[in-house]
C-alpha cells in the first residue's frame, strides 16, 4: 500500500474549562499539536478562560480554531438541538466572532472552524445543516476553514463547501472508534472511545502511513485525512500525546 504524501496536523479541543471547573489538560497538552480547537462559551468555557487558551496557543506557535457549539453547558455540548436554520446561522457566527475579537485583542487570528460535539455529529448526519454552517463561515469577513470528518462523501462536502467559497478540512479521530460507514460510533456503544493507548498508537501509525483505518468490525475504511484529533477529556489519550505526535513526525 502506498504511503501518505500530505502530513497530517494534530488537532486537539482546548480551553473548555469553566469558572473554576476544569476540563482537560491543555498546558500538558499544547505543546504538542498543530491546532487548538478553542471553545466559544456555549458549550462550554469562558471569555477569560478563552483569552489564556489563545496566549498558551500562541506561546507554542499553534493554529487557533474556533470550535463552536449547541448552546448547552449542562450537557457539554453532547445532546442535538432543534435550531432554525436562522438560529443555527447565528449562533455559529456569534461564537466564532467571539473567539476572532479575543484573538484580534492579542495579534492573533482565527483560521478555522471545527463544531463541537452534538452540532459536529448532526452537521455530518445532515445536508441541509452543513450547508447552514458553511453559509454562515462564508459570511464571515475572514476566510475560514471547515474541518468535517473525513468519510465516503468527502467530494460530495467538497463541492457543497466550494459554492460558497470555503475550504474544508478532513479530520479522522485517534481514539474513536467507526462503523462501517465511516462515522463515529455512539459514545454509548462499547469501544466508541479507545482506553489503550496501544490501541490509540496503531490509530495513529495506521492513518500516518497509509490514512486508512478498520471499523469496529474490522472494515478498512480509506480515509486519507488532513488532521488527526485527540480529545482533551480522554487522558488516555492525553496521556500518549507525545508519542502521538512523534508517531505522526515520522510517518
Not at 487557533?64 to 436554520?85: E, N, Q, T, V
Not at 475579537?101 to 463541537?116: F, L
Not at 488527526?228 to 488516555?236: F, I, R, S
Amino acid at each position: 500500500m502506498q504511503h501518505r504524501e500530505v502530513e497530517m496536523k494534530l488537532n486537539c479541543d482546548m480551553g473548555e474549562s469553566f469558572g473554576s471547573w476544569t476540563m482537560g489538560c491543555d498546558p500538558l497538552v499544547m505543546p504538542h499539536i498543530h491546532m487548538a480547537n478553542i471553545a466559544c462559551g456555549f458549550h462550554a468555557s469562558d471569555p477569560l478562560v478563552m483569552e489564556n487558551t489563545v496566549k498558551l496557543a500562541q506561546t507554542h506557535g499553534v493554529s487557533i480554531g474556533a470550535h463552536p457549539g449547541y448552546p448547552d453547558l449542562m450537557g457539554f455540548g453532547r445532546r442535538s438541538m432543534k435550531c432554525s436554520s436562522d438560529e443555527l446561522r447565528t449562533m455559529i457566527i456569534y461564537q466564532v466572532g467571539a473567539l476572532a475579537a479575543i484573538c484580534e485583542a492579542n495579534g492573533s487570528r482565527v483560521a478555522y472552524v471545527k463544531p463541537h460535539g452534538a452540532l459536529y455529529n448532526d452537521m455530518m448526519r445532515d445536508d441541509e445543516l452543513m450547508r447552514v454552517i458553511i453559509q454562515a463561515l462564508a459570511s464571515m469577513p475572514q476566510p475560514l476553514k471547515l474541518v468535517v470528518q473525513a468519510t465516503a462523501r468527502n467530494q460530495h462536502y467538497t463541492a457543497m463547501a466550494a459554492e460558497q467559497g470555503v475550504e474544508l478540512l478532513f479530520e479522522a479521530f485517534a481514539d474513536r472508534g467507526y462503523d462501517d460507514e465511516g462515522y463515529l460510533l455512539p459514545r454509548t456503544e462499547p469501544n466508541a472511545v479507545f482506553k489503550d493507548q496501544l490501541q490509540i498508537l496503531e490509530r495513529v501509525r495506521r492513518l500516518s502511513s497509509t490514512g486508512t483505518i478498520r471499523s469496529a468490525s474490522g472494515k478498512e475504511l480509506v480515509l486519507n485525512p488532513d488532521t488527526l484529533c485527540v480529545h482533551g477529556d480522554n487522558h488516555d489519550a492525553v496521556a500518549a500525546i507525545a508519542t502521538i505526535r512523534r508517531v505522526m513526525d515520522n510517518g
